[in-house]
């Protein structure tokens, strides 16, 4: 190893010797001359040494201080040479460390915050690493107070404590849902993903929680759909088949009850068809494109109360029901006037359909602020309060008894519903039971009628 001497050293040697020859040759007073002069050589030299360091200490500071700009001296004497590398070495790892530090920072806060996940990553203990705000709330634990001690004593859940014994013991990937005990409503799906060590044992785990309250009630809306829809075609198929056959068998040689038989078979087979239509066009109400798709224009009051008459006239009149209008004839609506015809013609088959014979059904236009409510009121047996929140449902029958028997599909008013979404409205009812009942669907208003 190359070493450097220190020049006090040097000095301090030298000088040494110099007053001593001087000493012994010319006697005290010029070896004090040489002392002197030496003395001041090893004060300037002194000086500059410590300047020296002063320069390193204040850059090493400044590195410390994480100043990306802090450089240690370039030149530098002998003596503090080592001193400067061994410096610049440790500034230099620092500065790599510290790098290391702020971009895993950035990831675990990326990994924290930008996910739409909770995420919960754990030891091989399952103690808590780190954990975000959302699966914070989800499981009701602080993120912070959690770190570094057991899921299980942070937030108590069996079923999220079942996933993760599963997915440990297997050394796998598991998910289930589970419903937060502190969250009631909540559906979390929860997937553990453990990662195994270089020995095949559990190193640690990832537990991601996704939200899929909505997307489970979805799934179970869309079985339910499925099983309502097979159960309302099946009756009137099962119909149509059995009266067929029997016709099939007994023959056609009693004509009045052939005809009897072959009422029964168009009934259904009109229900079917009913049905399929109501179908179609929910599907095609449900659907987002149907916003774009349809044309809009000025419908003036009283020509829906003409097609009301027109269409509906002859069964209200049949059960002497009265259809009459109140309101302003020339307000006008914007909406697609099949669509409007549609909801309005549910409504008012439904007055009918529900009310007793000779009663009266009232057709109502008024204007509210921007929009058209349309009242259509009745005289009939009301609809107690409990069934009001899911009357608007698919399938949803207030009388299950009763309703079949006279004929409706139960997809009148869900139709209803988003025929008034399509259009930006809003449906809505008020009911006494042995009175009647008011449903009342609102529409924009048309300003400036091109009336159709
Ligand atoms: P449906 O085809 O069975 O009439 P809807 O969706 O039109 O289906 O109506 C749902 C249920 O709401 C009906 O089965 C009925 O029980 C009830 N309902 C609808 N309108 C009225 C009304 N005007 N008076 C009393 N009950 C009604």
């Known amino acids: 190893m190359k070493r450097s001497f220190d020049s006090n050293l040097l000095v301090s040697v030298a000088g040494a010797i110099a007053v001593s020859v001087a000493w012994a040759v010319v006697g005290p007073s010029l070896a004090a001359g ?18 020296g360091l002063e320069r390193i200490t204040t850059a ?11 450089s240690l001296p370039l030149r530098s004497r002998p003596s503090t040479k080592r001193l400067i590398t061994a410096a610049a070495h440790l500034a230099g790892a620092l500065r790599a460390s510290r790098d290391a530090l702020t971009s895993e920072r950035l990831r675990r806060r990326i990994l924290e915050e930008a996910l739409k996940e909770g ?29 570094g001690k057991l899921l299980q004593q942070c937030t108590r859940c069996p079923e999220l404590n079942l996933l993760l014994e599963s997915a440990f013991t297997t050394n796998g990937r598991h998910q289930a849902d589970f419903e937060p005990p502190g969250s009631p409503g909540l559906i979390v799906e929860g997937v553990v993903a453990c990662v195994a060590d270089e020995n095949h044992c559990v190193a640690g785990a990832l537990l991601l929680l996704s939200d899929v309250t909505a997307a489970r009630s979805l799934d179970r809306m869309r079985s339910d759909f499925a099983a309502n829809v097979s159960h309302e075609l099946r009756t009137p198929i099962t119909n149509i088949r059995g009266y067929v056959e029997t016709l099939l068998q007994v023959g056609l040689d009693d004509p009045a009850t052939a005809r009897k038989f072959l009422d029964i078979v168009h009934r259904n087979a009109s229900r079917l ?3 399929v239509e109501d179908l179609l066009l929910l599907s095609f109400v449900e659907s987002p494109v149907s916003r774009e798709r349809i044309q809009i224009a000025a419908i003036p009051a009283q020509r829906l ?32 006037p099949l669509l409007a015809e549609q909801a309005i013609g549910n409504l008012v088959s439904n007055a009918i359909r529900y009310a007793p014979d000779g009663t009266l059904v009232e057709f109502g236009c008024t204007r509210h602020g921007n929009s058209v409510a349309i009242a259509i009121r009745d005289e009939g047996p009301g609809i107690p309060e409990r069934h009001v929140p899911r ?17 409706g599909t139960g997809l009148g008013l869900a139709i209803v519903k988003h025929i008034a979404m399509v259009h930006g409205g809003s449906i809505e009812v008020q009911s ?12 924009p208003v048309a300003e400036q009628p091109n009336a159709v």
């Not at 269409?311 to 004839?329: K, N, T, V």
């Open 305 to 336: 109360f003409d097609w009301i008459k027109t269409e509906l006239g002859p069964a209200a009149e049949a059960r002497g029901i009265r259809l009459s209008f109140c309101g302003d004839p020339t307000l006008c609506v914007h909406a697609n």
């Open 391 to 407: 009357l608007f449902e698919r399938f949803y029958r207030v009388e299950t008894s009763r309703t079949p028997e006279l004929g």
């Open 34 to 51: 040489i002392g002197l002069v030496l003395a001041l050589i090893l004060f300037a030299n002194t000086l500059a040494h410590s300047n």
């Open 119 to 147: 995420l919960v990553i754990l030891d091989a203990q399952q103690h808590v690493l780190v954990a975000n705000e959302l699966a914070g709330r989800m499981l009701g634990l602080q993120p912070e107070d959690s770190r």
């Open 273 to 275: 068809g009913a049905l």
């Open 60 to 70: 090493l500071h400044r590195v410390a201080d994480g100043d990306p700009n802090a």
């Open 432 to 443: 006494v039971v042995g009175s009647g009942s008011t449903f009342t669907l609102r529409l």
